[in-house]
């Protein structure tokens, strides 16, 4: 059983997410609290496995009431207000929910929370559209568009498609947008895992699924999304160097 806490200072949002709870027989809720000041004394009798925490609460903030703690256990945010996010992965959250909680997006952060015990990994997210030197495939980045966030592993990224100033990141099923030009990416990606397959693209060359010639001397890449991108005539000499095709 994964030990949880709630701490929110709406009686309203804390019956909603108990509610919300009951289809992950495995999470149990073991305590709750309306403020900063009781979520402290809970964490520190209870030492539960997760914390479902409020940001905006009377007195203290959730940020506040995480500083307080000798030991933070996984949080998952749970806020009405967007403008968190950022400082939500400094803390090392496990993911940003926002009010009202989408039974999806609650899987999903439950899903992370199952991942990131069999990997044994607490390392703290990175956000994707802030400069920073080579990141690593195992690095765990920040992906915000509009008012959803997520916290994904970069292996798990299998492409990347420039969009005007934009680039569309592809894991999963999502394909959000951030702020960041395709040039500017492929400076803090590494060239050993990730592509420049054209103009457009960079691929996970690890989450490609079939190689195929193609037109005018080029390839064609299936990804395992099943993405079809094409690489440039310039670049599958580059490709075939690397792959030892």
Not at 15 to 43: D, R, S
Not at 48 to 65: E, Y
Not at 158 to 180: D, H, M, T
Not at 217 to 232: A, Y
Request: hydrophobic fraction near 40%; glycine fraction near 4%; charge should be negative.
């Amino acid at each position: 059983m994964i030990k949880a806490i709630i701490i929110d200072d709406e009686r309203l949002a804390r019956n909603e997410l108990k509610k919300l709870l009951m289809e992950f027989p495995e999470i149990e809720v073991v305590a709750e609290a309306a403020n900063a000041g009781e979520g402290i004394e809970k964490i520190e009798h209870i030492n539960p496995d997760l914390v479902f925490l409020d940001i905006q609460m009377p007195g203290k903030t959730g940020f506040d009431m995480l500083s307080e703690l000798d030991r933070t256990p996984n949080v998952i945010f749970t806020t009405a207000y967007d403008e968190y996010a950022l400082k939500a992965f400094e803390v090392n959250a496990l993911d940003y929910l926002l009010k009202p909680v989408e039974p999806k997006r609650l899987a999903d952060a439950i899903q992370k929370l199952h991942m990131q015990d069999e990997r044994g990994d607490t390392s703290s997210p990175i956000p994707l559209n802030v400069n920073r030197s080579i990141l690593s495939e195992n690095d765990q980045v920040f992906v915000k568009d509009g008012e959803r966030c997520w916290f994904v592993k970069l292996s798990d990224i299998r492409l990347f498609e420039s969009v005007g100033n934009y680039a569309k990141v592809y894991f999963g099923p999502n394909k959000p947008l951030i702020l960041k030009s395709l040039n500017a990416l492929e400076e803090r990606l590494d060239e050993k895992t990730f592509f420049r397959a054209n103009r457009k693209h960079i691929v996970n060359l690890r989450l490609i699924d079939k190689i195929e010639p193609y037109f005018n001397g080029g390839l064609l890449l299936e990804l395992k999304g099943g993405e079809k991108i094409e690489v440039s005539r310039r670049q599958t000499v580059k490709f075939k160097e690397m792959m030892s095709l």
